[in-house]
Every structure is written in structure tokens, then in C-alpha cells.
């Protein structure tokens, strides 16, 4: 019997351990998919500590998805109106070369850019940043992870002094209290939820709240589920915390020792009485009440969030609210309580530990700050001052680039903006201005392959060994465990041979991608995500390991048991003594501020950017599905997901239904100031009357105007710089009987188009 490969989901963050067989096993006939493709056999690891040997449709089937449509030779193209041809991986990597070698000498290093991915590996990311921020002196590498995590990762990083999740998945498990909001955990971290769930229906006595304008299966399984508007959770957490505050529910203690800005927070919160809340939060006062009451007499509350929260005008804002709720109650570094990001895909977190984003530089580092500057040019062997003192361009930015001619080359890999950016039309009509893109995917046709001129064909997991990092800090080797199709590489492989064809070859001259991450861990070195102590060789006898982990303690370190963390918070903080290696962050008491001192934010709700208005009375709000991943690049592709979700929706409200004389199944066009769509109506309950719901996944390859991108607005978090892909202004118009048929077919035939 053959030994099957242990290795990570590469969709969601939950990250769950899976093991991979060959399709072929002894004495059984070989699956295969409808192309005849020998398909790979996937199960649960049940020794991955993260998920114990559960996982969700998408992981299952992933295996389905890999032989499909794949890009298989770089492809070249003059201008976007030609068909592509043929290149060889020399020519094309000439090009590229050339034209960065001559934007060096015209424009300037910052006029190259880089935007990449969540679902690159830590190697690719690393590569990405010596290449772009050490190399060529520009910090214009970006991620798909600005429309992600960036509100997390400000909000952690102002809140605490660094970015960092400070909490566990067993947190779920030891939890009185679980506040979930602005995530519907039981579609997107499935695993995450199951954990939770178990945990909430044997005990009778803990408690889930749900705060989300839908009522979506994760709302459903709460004790209290809070429908509030769009855009007021801040109005909300503060209302929260003034009834903490006037019903004495603090932890004076933690306050004094531990924080700073505590009273400048309690006069913000003294304008958020229940009365003026739960009215501009459309809630009832009770339920309102019924949730200040749950946090105060929980001992252990667990926050999870995730784009509810971060995707808005005020994400950062939204998340330091959240983690002012832990601080005056003293939730957080104690087994079962702490503000959780979930983060979303597999490997944004490594990602952020890379220096994956414009103002970031690897080891938890930013950009602005000159000593981490001249440490990373000092471990990167670089002359003082190689790297820029200013942030990159941030995803946005790079659009706006485009239409300004500030951006001469922009170099998108693993995402697929022509379907995830905001504003889509605006984003496409830039696309179509780019002097030279350049696109590394590993699908053929994705909606962005229409607006490149060279595509790189890239190795995608499976086919590439390398690490990732999931929601709970938890590093996971994926080992290759098949061959690429065609000429496809590793992107970090393609990165590198771009530096060396620049004249960086002792920069670039790694042989594997063990060679690369061995050079990564030192750059993490005495950092708050310290991974000195990993490697290939660890990884892989001893499996999954947590972080912070540095050297010194080897042989003792990864998972600890929960013995050394039974010690009550106040005892460990008492003592004010640094546990360095614990399965959760700040146990201490001590953060990673200059005093030491986590800080209180002060904010008043501001709402959302682009309110309903006479004109545009709904709030149209976006998000995913159960069974779909993003842009359908793999999820489309596969036979049982597209037969459970063969196509979009809007979720409407009856009573907004009835008002409109729309029926279930009708074809009804959305307007927003920016463009519109068609979708089929889904009458529910589910969505607050006054909002309405579509999902992100469809694409202009997989339905006909579906594209929910069309519609929404790239407004940003000022801090962040996360735009509010939650909610924009729409008017709904049901299409005209007579044509309601014709746009059906239009709508089958978009589907059909994409051959599987
Ligand atoms: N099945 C599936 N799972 C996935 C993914 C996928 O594509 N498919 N993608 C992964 C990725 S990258 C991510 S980022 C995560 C996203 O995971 P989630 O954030 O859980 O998913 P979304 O559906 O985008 O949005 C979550 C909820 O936010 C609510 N919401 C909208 N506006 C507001 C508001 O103003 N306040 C509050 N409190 N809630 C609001 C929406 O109604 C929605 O139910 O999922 C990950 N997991
Ligand atoms: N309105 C609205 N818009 C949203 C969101 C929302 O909630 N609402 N969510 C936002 C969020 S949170 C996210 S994360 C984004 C996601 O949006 P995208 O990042 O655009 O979506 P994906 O479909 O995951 O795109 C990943 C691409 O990488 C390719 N790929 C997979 N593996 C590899 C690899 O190893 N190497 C390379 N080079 N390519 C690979 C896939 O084929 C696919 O084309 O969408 C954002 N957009
Ligand atoms: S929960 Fe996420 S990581 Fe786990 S199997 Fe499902 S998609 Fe993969
Ligand atoms: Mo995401």
C-alpha cells in the first residue's frame, strides 16, 4: 500500500491537514474525471492538529480540479486584440526582463508592479519581496490580500504593536462565549465552525452570538443573532461595551496593568446608549442587551471575524472596536477568549510573515520603519538604503497607476482581478490601458488571461513543494506530489530566474525551495513570528508546527501541551515573565507596543461609504457560498460543486419582493451608480428586508452579466486601504416578462461556454 502525502488544503485559511493517494490503488479501479484525467484520492489528516481529520466539500474534491484547463507554455501577444502564441519560457522571460531593465532607466523602479496572492506559498512570497522591495528597490508588491486581511492586520498591528492572531483553534473548544461577527463561518471556515459547534451544542451552557445582516447558517445555529444593519457594527461594539462599562463588567485590573487609553475610549462609548444603538443598528434593544449581558458574564469570550468586518470604509476602526471589547474585559491571552481573525485563504498569513503587502517588509517588519529597513538590506547582503523608505503601491493604487501612466509594468499572479476588484468596468477599462501585463496563473482562459500580453503558466500545489500558514499560526509542508503540466514552474522558480537574468545571481541562487525558506526563517529571527527553529527536515518529521518558534528551544517546542497553559491570566501576568513559545500570543500581559501596553482606539461609527438613497434605496452585499472558491478557476471546473451551485442569485427579502412584484426565479436587473447586472431573484427571510445579497463567484467566463464586482465601489478603509467590497447603493428592476426567457438562455449559454 502506498504512503499517502500529508499536506494542506490550498483553499480556505482554516487550513486542514489532508493525505493525498495515487488515483491508481492496488486492486481497485482508478477514478477518473470526466476528461478521463486518473484522479487523486483525497481524505482528512487525522494528525494535523488544526483539523483533525475533518474537511469540506471543496477539500474533498479539490483532486478534480487540477487536470482541467490548465495554462501549459508561456504565451505571448503584441497588443490585447491579437490571439496569443506559443513562446518559449526564454523569449518570454526576455521580454519581461527588457522591459523592466528599460522602465528602470525611463520611469523609475516604481513604475513596476507587482500584485499577488493569498495562495502563493511563503517561498513565492519571499522570493517576490527580495526580488521587487530588496532587488529592484520598489515596494510596489501588493496582494489580493488588501481586499482580505489588511483591516486585521492594521487593526492588530495598532492595537497590539504588531500584526498576529493571537489566539488557537482549541480556543473553540474552551470558549463560554463565541462572538462571531461579519462571518459566516459554517460556508467559509467550515472545519473552524464544526469545531465550534460541537463544542456549543455539548455545553449547554456556551453561548454564540451572530452578527450579520443575514441570516446564514451560521446565524441559524447562534443562541443570539443580531441582524444588524449594514456598516453599523461600530455602533454596535460600542453599544456593547457601554453597557459592559455602565453595569461594571470590567476588568479593572487588566486596564490598569496591561492597557493605555482607556478613558478617552470610555467617553466615545458614553454616546452609545441602548436606545440611540439598537435604533441605528435596526436591532431590538433586548437582544442588544441579551449580548452586553452575555459578554460580561462569560469568563472566556472568543471573537472571530472576517470580511463582514475588514471589507469597509472603517475595517481597521471595525476591528480595534473589537479587540477594545477584549481589553476592558480582559479576554485575551487565556485559554477560550481573544479577538480571531479568520483569516481567508490558505496562505495569507505566511504571506503577511513574507512581507507580503506594499508597507510590510519579511519578519513582521514595515516599511517605514528605518532599523527593519536595514536589517532586511543587511540579511539580504543589499548596500544601505536599497530599499525604498515608502509604502508601495497599495492593489487600488495599481489600477489608478494604469489609467495615470504611472504603472508601466504590472505583474499579476495567482488572482484574478478582473473578476475580485471593485469597480470592475473602471478596473478593466485600466487593464486595458496597461503598457505591458504580464499574467502567471495556472488556469486557461481566466477572466484576467483577456487582458494580458505574456502569460507565465504556473505550478500550483500539488505540483510544487512549499510551506503555508493557516488562521492559528500553524506552519504546514506541502510536498510536490506530482509532476507540473507542460512547461509550468513554481512562481518563486520563475521570480528567481528573473532576478538572475537582472545580474542578481548570487540574490537568486537557490537550487530548491528548501534553500529558499532556510533564508526566509532567518529573516524572522527575534521577530514576534519567529520561525527560526523550522525547516523542511522538522516539518516534515514532525508534522504541522505552530508558531512563534524560534531556535533556542528546539526539541522542546511546536505544540505544547495544555498543562503549561492552565496557569490563570492573572498569576502569569503577575509575574510579568516572557513565555516566549505558547500556543497563544500575549499570555503575558505584555504586548509588542514600546511600553508594552495594548492601546485602546476611540472611533465613532461612521457608516457606510455609499448609503441607500432615494435613488439607490438597497444595500447590495456580496460574499460566497459554501461550495464555491472566488472566481470558479477550480470550483467551476468541478462536476458535484457546479451541479450544487450551478449559477448566481439574488437573495431578496419577501416584503422588498412583494413591493417590487418580483417572483421567486425572476430575472431582475441590478443598477449601481457604477454598472449593473442580471441575476434570478431567491426570495428569503435569510437577508433584513432593505438589503440584498449576491454571491462573488461568477465571473464573465461562468455567467452572463453576473459580475458583482460591476457593481461595487473601491471606497477604502483610510488606514488599511481595504476597499468596502461589502456594500454599495443599489435600485433592483425586474426584466421585462418579454425578455425574461431570452436572458435565461443568454445565462445557460455563458456557463456552457467554459469548457470543463
Ligand atoms: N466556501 C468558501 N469559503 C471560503 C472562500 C470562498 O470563496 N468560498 N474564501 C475564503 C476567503 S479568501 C475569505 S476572505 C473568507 C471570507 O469569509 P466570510 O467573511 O465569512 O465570507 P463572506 O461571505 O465574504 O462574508 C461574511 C458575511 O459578512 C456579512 N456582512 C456583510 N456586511 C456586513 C456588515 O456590515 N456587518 C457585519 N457584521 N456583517 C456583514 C455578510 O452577510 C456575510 O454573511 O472565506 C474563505 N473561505
Ligand atoms: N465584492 C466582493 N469582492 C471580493 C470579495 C468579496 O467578499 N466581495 N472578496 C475579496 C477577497 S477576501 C479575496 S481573497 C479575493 C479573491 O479573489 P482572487 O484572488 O481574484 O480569486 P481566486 O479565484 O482565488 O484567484 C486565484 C487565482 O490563482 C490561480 N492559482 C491557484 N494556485 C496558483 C499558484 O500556485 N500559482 C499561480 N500563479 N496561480 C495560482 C487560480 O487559478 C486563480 O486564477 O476577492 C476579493 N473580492
Ligand atoms: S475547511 Fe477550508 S481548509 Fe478545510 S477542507 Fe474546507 S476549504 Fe479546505
Ligand atoms: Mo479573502
Request: hydrophobic share 35%; with cysteine; glycine share 8%.
Amino acid at each position: 500500500m502506498t504512503e499517502p502525502t500529508k499536506t494542506l488544503c490550498p483553499y480556505c485559511g482554516v487550513g486542514c491537514g489532508l493525505e493525498v493517494l495515487p488515483p491508481a490503488q492496488p486492486g481497485k479501479a482508478t477514478n477518473r474525471d470526466q476528461q478521463g484525467n486518473p484522479i487523486w484520492q483525497v481524505r482528512g489528516d487525522r494528525s494535523h492538529p488544526s483539523s483533525q481529520g475533518k474537511i469540506c466539500v471543496k477539500g474533498g474534491t479539490i483532486a478534480e480540479s487540477l487536470d482541467k484547463n490548465r495554462l501549459k507554455y508561456p504565451m505571448i501577444r503584441e497588443s490585447l486584440d491579437q490571439p496569443f502564441r506559443r513562446a518559449s519560457w526564454d523569449e518570454a522571460l526576455e521580454k519581461i526582463v527588457n522591459r523592466i531593465q528599460e522602465l528602470r532607466t525611463t520611469q523609475g523602479s516604481d513604475s513596476i508592479c507587482m500584485y499577488g496572492s493569498g495562495q502563493f506559498q511563503t517561498e513565492d512570497y519571499y522570493i517576490a519581496q527580495k526580488l521587487l522591495k530588496g532587488c529592484l528597490g520598489t515596494n510596489n508588491f501588493d496582494a489580493n490580500s488588501r481586499l482580505c486581511m489588511s483591516s486585521a492586520v492594521a487593526g492588530y498591528t495598532q492595537s497590539f504593536g504588531s500584526d498576529g492572531p493571537p489566539c488557537c483553534y482549541d480556543d473553540l473548544e474552551l470558549t463560554d462565549c463565541a462572538f462571531l461577527i461579519g462571518t459566516n463561518t459554517a460556508e467559509c471556515h467550515p472545519i473552524v465552525f464544526n469545531r465550534l459547534r460541537v463544542h456549543h451544542k455539548k455545553n449547554r451552557k456556551v453561548k454564540m452570538i451572530v452578527v450579520d445582516p443575514r441570516r446564514t447558517p451560521t446565524a441559524e445555529a447562534a443562541d443570539l443573532h443580531l441582524a444588524i444593519k449594514p456598516g453599523t457594527d461600530i455602533d454596535l461594539l460600542n453599544g456593547i461595551a457601554h453597557l459592559l462599562l455602565r453595569w461594571g463588567y470590567l476588568d479593572t485590573l487588566f486596564i490598569d496593568e496591561c492597557t493605555q487609553g482607556f478613558s478617552q475610549y470610555t467617553e466615545v462609548i458614553q454616546h452609545y446608549p441602548p436606545e440611540v444603538v439598537a435604533r441605528k443598528c435596526g436591532i431590538r434593544i433586548d437582544l442588544l442587551e441579551q449580548a452586553a449581558r452575555y459578554w460580561g458574564e462569560s469568563e472566556r469570550v472568543l471573537s472571530l471575524w472576517s470580511m463582514g468586518v475588514n471589507q469597509s470604509s472603517e475595517g481597521t476602526a471595525k476591528v480595534r472596536t473589537i479587540i477594545n471589547l477584549h481589553l476592558m474585559t480582559g479576554n485575551i491571552g487565556k485559554p477560550g477568549a481573544g479577538p480571531f481573525s479568520l483569516t481567508g485563504q490558505p496562505n495569507a498569513m505566511g504571506g503577511r510573515e513574507a512581507g507580503g503587502l506594499a508597507h510590510i517588509l519579511p519578519g513582521y517588519r514595515v516599511v517605514k520603519n528605518p532599523q527593519h529597513r536595514a536589517e532586511v538590506e543587511q540579511l539580504w547582503g543589499l548596500t544601505p538604503g536599497s530599499i525604498s523608505p515608502n509604502p508601495g503601491k497599495d492593489a487600488w493604487s495599481m489600477i489608478t497607476g494604469l489609467e495615470t501612466g504611472t504603472v508601466g509594468l504590472l505583474w499579476i499572479a495567482a488572482t484574478n482581478p478582473a473578476v475580485s476588484m471593485p469597480d470592475l468596468e473602471r478596473t478593466k477599462q485600466a487593464l486595458m490601458r496597461s503598457p505591458l501585463t504580464v499574467y502567471q496563473d495556472a488556469y486557461y482562459p481566466t477572466e484576467t488571461s483577456a487582458y494580458a500580453h505574456i502569460l507565465l503558466p504556473a505550478a500550483q500545489w500539488s505540483e510544487k513543494t512549499g510551506t503555508m500558514t493557516n488562521s492559528e499560526r500553524v506552519v504546514t509542508l506541502c510536498p510536490q506530489f506530482r509532476e507540473p503540466p507542460g512547461e509550468a514552474k513554481a512562481d518563486w522558480e520563475i521570480f528567481a530566474e528573473v532576478g538572475r537574468r537582472l545580474g542578481f545571481t548570487q540574490e537568486f541562487n537557490f537550487t530548491n525551495s528548501e534553500a529558499v525558506y532556510a533564508e526566509f526563517v532567518q529573516l524572522t529571527r527575534d521577530r514576534p513570528c519567529d520561525v527560526t527553529g523550522l525547516s523542511y527536515q522538522r516539518l516534515q518529521q514532525q508534522g504541522p508546527i505552530q508558531w512563534p518558534c524560534p531556535l533556542e528551544e528546539e526539541g522542546e517546542i511546536g505544540r505544547k501541551g495544555e498543562a503549561e497553559e492552565t496557569g490563570i491570566f492573572s498569576a502569569l501576568f503577575k509575574e510579568k515573565k516572557q513565555e516566549k513559545v505558547a500556543k497563544r500570543l500575549y499570555t503575558d500581559g505584555i504586548f509588542n507596543t514600546p511600553d508594552g501596553r495594548a492601546k485602546f482606539a476611540a472611533f465613532h461609527s461612521k457608516g457606510l461609504a455609499e448609503p441607500p438613497n432615494n435613488e439607490y434605496p438597497f444595500v447590495l452585499t456580496v460574499g460566497r457560498v459554501y461550495e464555491h472558491w472566488h472566481t470558479m478557476t477550480r470550483t467551476g471546473r468541478i462536476e458535484k460543486i457546479m451541479k450544487k451551485q450551478p449559477q448566481p442569485f439574488l437573495e431578496i427579502h419577501p416584503r422588498d419582493a412583494e413591493q417590487l412584484a418580483i417572483e421567486e426565479g425572476m430575472l431582475i436587473e441590478i443598477h449601481s451608480r457604477r454598472g449593473k447586472g442580471i441575476f434570478p431573484a431567491r426570495i428569503t427571510k435569510a437577508i433584513a428586508p432593505g438589503t440584498v445579497f449576491v454571491p462573488m463567484h461568477w465571473g464573465a467566463l461562468w455567467a452572463e452579466n453576473a459580475e458583482a464586482n460591476v457593481l461595487t465601489h473601491p471606497e477604502a478603509c483610510p488606514i488599511s486601504l481595504e476597499p468596502e467590497l461589502k456594500a454599495c447603493a443599489v435600485k433592483l428592476i425586474p426584466v421585462k416578462p418579454e425578455l425574461q426567457q431570452e436572458r435565461s438562455l443568454f445565462q445557460q449559454k455563458a456557463k456552457e461556454s467554459v469548457s470543463v
